[in-house]
C-alpha cells in the first residue's frame, strides 16, 4: 500500500487549532524567559516503546508553523516498526521554538503512533489469511483524517470516510424504514450509480433478505465463528463480508479463518494507547 501524506490544506487546520489552544494569548512565557532568542538546539526524537510511527510530516509542519528556520531530519518514515530507543527523527533549530512545538509535535505523534502499533497488532494476528483490517467513524471529532491516515501507516485500510462516501445501513435504519428490503430498494432509488450499498445483519434471515436485492457489501454484527463461517459460505463471494463487533489481537485470527474479507475494528482510533515517544536534547 502507498502511504501518501496527508494534504497541508487538511491537517493545517488541525495543527493551528492545537496550537492556538497551547500557546493562548501569551505565549510560552516559560520559554521566552528562560531561552535566549538566538540560542539553538538539536533534539532527538526517541522512542520509549517499542511500536509503529505515525505522524512525523505532522510533527514537522507543527515545527515549521512556530518557526519555518527548524528542520526535522526524519530517521525512519511513517510505517516502519521501531524498538524502544530508537531516534525516529532530529529536530534542529531556535530552542524557543523547539520546546514551544515539543508537546503539541509529541501530542500528534504519540496518538498516531498507537493508533498504528495497535492496528499493526491486528494485521499480524491476521497474517495468512486473506482478511483485512479496516476502521470505522469511531474518531475523534476533528482528527478523522489524521487517525484514519495512522492505520493506513501501521498496514491497515479504511473503511469509509464520512457519511457520504457510501451507504452503510445499519440496525436504526432497518427499524425506521421496517424491513432490510425497504432499506435498501429506498437507499438504491436515491444515490448515484457510483455509490455502494452496504448493509449491517443480525441474523440470516436479513442476510438473506439482503443478499437477494444485490448489495456491496454485509456487515456481520457481533457474529460468532462459526456463524460468520456459515454466513461467508451463503454468500460466496457474491458480496463483501465484513465481521465487526468486539475484535482484539487474541480473536482476530479466529475471526479470519471464518473467511471474511474485512475486520471491522472501532476502538483502533478510539482507545488506542498512545505510544510512548520523547524529545531528548543532544
Not at 533549530?93 to 498507537?114: D, I, K, P, V
Not at 501507516?153 to 457510501?166: E, Q, T, V
Not at 451507504?167 to 432509488?189: C, F, M, P, W, Y
Not at 436479513?206 to 460468532?224: F, H, P, S, Y
Request: glycine share 8%.
Amino acid at each position: 500500500m502507498i502511504l501518501a501524506p496527508i494534504p497541508r490544506l487538511v491537517i493545517e487546520p488541525l495543527i493551528r487549532t492545537a496550537l492556538a489552544e497551547d500557546l493562548g494569548l501569551a505565549g510560552d512565557i516559560t520559554s521566552t524567559a528562560i531561552i535566549p532568542a538566538q540560542h539553538h538546539s538539536r533534539f532527538a526524537l526517541c522512542a520509549r516503546k517499542a511500536g509503529v510511527i505515525a505522524g512525523l510530516h505532522v510533527a514537522q509542519l507543527v515545527f515549521a508553523l512556530i518557526d519555518p528556520d527548524i528542520v526535522l531530519h526524519q530517521q525512519v518514515e511513517d510505517g516502519a516498526t521501531v524498538a524502544r530507543g530508537d531516534v525516529i527523527a532530529v529536530a534542529e533549530g531556535a530552542s524557543r521554538g523547539l520546546l514551544t512545538g515539543e508537546r503539541t509535535a509529541l501530542n500528534f505523534l504519540c496518538h498516531m503512533s498507537g493508533i498504528a502499533t495497535a492496528t499493526a497488532d491486528i494485521v499480524q494476528a491476521i497474517a495468512g489469511t486473506k482478511a483485512a483490517v479496516v476502521c470505522t467513524r469511531k474518531t475523534t471529532p476533528g482528527l478523522r483524517a489524521i487517525e484514519k491516515y495512522a492505520i493506513r501507516a501501521g498496514g491497515g485500510m479504511n473503511h469509509r470516510y464520512a457519511l457520504h462516501d457510501a451507504v452503510l445501513i445499519k440496525d436504526n435504519h432497518i427499524a425506521v424504514a421496517g424491513s432490510v428490503t425497504e432499506a435498501i430498494q429506498r437507499a438504491r432509488a436515491a444515490v448515484g450509480h457510483m455509490v455502494k450499498i452496504e448493509v449491517e445483519v443480525d441474523t440470516f434471515h436479513q442476510l438473506r433478505e439482503a443478499m437477494e436485492l444485490g448489495v456491496d457489501a454485509v456487515l456481520l454484527d457481533n457474529m460468532t465463528p462459526e456463524q460468520l463461517k456459515e454466513a461467508v459460505a451463503f454468500v460466496r463471494g457474491r458480496a463483501i463480508t465484513e465481521a465487526s463487533g468486539g475484535i482484539t489481537p487474541d480473536t482476530a485470527a479466529a475471526i479470519a479463518h471464518t473467511g471474511v474479507d474485512l475486520l471491522s475494528v472501532g476502538w483502533l482510533t478510539h482507545s488506542a494507547p498512545a505510544l510512548d515517544i520523547g524529545l531528548d536534547h543532544v
